[in-house]
């Protein structure tokens, strides 16, 4: 079975600094891995995912996160945060053998709040 | 384009009574998803679609719960005699194909049932 453990339930940043929202899995074979951001009363939109190759994946919105498999992490950091980045952030896996690869385990979100 | 359309946005039953959830997927999109959202939870995986078949219905947690699609398009997700422990946001998701390696899900904004 597969898990997800996002640590930190709540972050907050000042406008222009670092982001770092952490996400760590378990899991008996490496895990395809996405990050998801939610706006308020949105549904959630794809941020980036690794599924293969390089490990440090960029997304949208100048997001990025590295897939260390040593670590069992795959943490989603953005150098200057912005007001518009506000949102709830959510790191999810699934399982690439056999036939449940469609199987989306998510962790309970991050709320990230950037102040002015 | 249209994206995953939801209906109702809210909803509030009284306890005991049923509800019916409705999900408009992306147009083309064969596999659709049902997730829930339960306060301070990540999201639950609930069933899964491959057009009007359902290969997976493991999450759905009682008898209680059913859904089905019809013409490969629309589905409703009832739920019978709710509880109080339904309340949660219910979200629907499409994509493409099945595989989580290269068809991104794409979600609707969700249905917020309370159960009073």
């Known amino acids: 079975a597969q898990s997800v453990t996002q640590l930190g339930s709540h972050v907050s940043v000042s406008e222009g600094a670092l982001v770092l929202l952490r996400c760590n899995y378990s899991?008996?074979?490496?895990?395809?891995l996405f990050w998801y951001v939610q706006y308020p009363n949105q549904g959630l939109q794809l941020l980036l995912k690794?599924?293969?190759?390089?490990?440090l994946v960029k997304g949208i919105n100048g997001f990025e996160a590295e897939f260390k498999k040593s670590e069992t992490s795959f943490h989603l950091t953005k150098p200057s945060a912005h007001m518009s980045d506000a949102a709830e952030y959510f790191c999810?896996?699934?399982?690439?053998?056999?036939?449940?690869?469609?199987?989306?385990?998510f962790g309970k979100g991050t709320l990230l709040t950037v102040n002015p | 384009g249209a994206g995953v359309s939801q209906s109702p946005s809210n909803k509030v039953t009284e306890k005991g009574k049923d509800v019916e959830l409705r999900c408009d997927p992306i147009?083309?999109?064969?596999?659709l998803y049902w997730y829930r959202q339960s306060l301070g939870q990540g999201l639950e995986f609930l069933i899964y679609?491959?057009?009007?078949?359902?290969?997976?219905k493991s999450g759905l947690p009682s008898d209680r719960f059913s859904a089905e699609r019809t013409g490969g398009s629309v589905s409703t997700l009832t739920i019978q005699r709710t509880q109080q422990e339904d309340s949660a946001v219910y979200l629907c998701?499409?994509?493409?194909?099945?595989?989580?390696?290269?068809?991104?899900?794409?979600f609707g904004n969700g249905t917020r049932l309370t159960v009073t």
């Open positions: 998701a499409s994509s493409r194909g099945v595989s989580s390696y290269n068809s991104p899900l794409h």
């Open positions: 899991s008996s074979v490496p895990p395809y």
């Open positions: 690794y599924t293969t190759g390089a490990t």
């Open positions: 999810a896996v699934s399982d690439p053998s056999g036939g449940s690869n469609y199987k989306l385990t």
């Open positions: 147009s083309g999109h064969t596999a």
């Open positions: 679609f491959q057009g009007n078949s359902a290969p997976d």
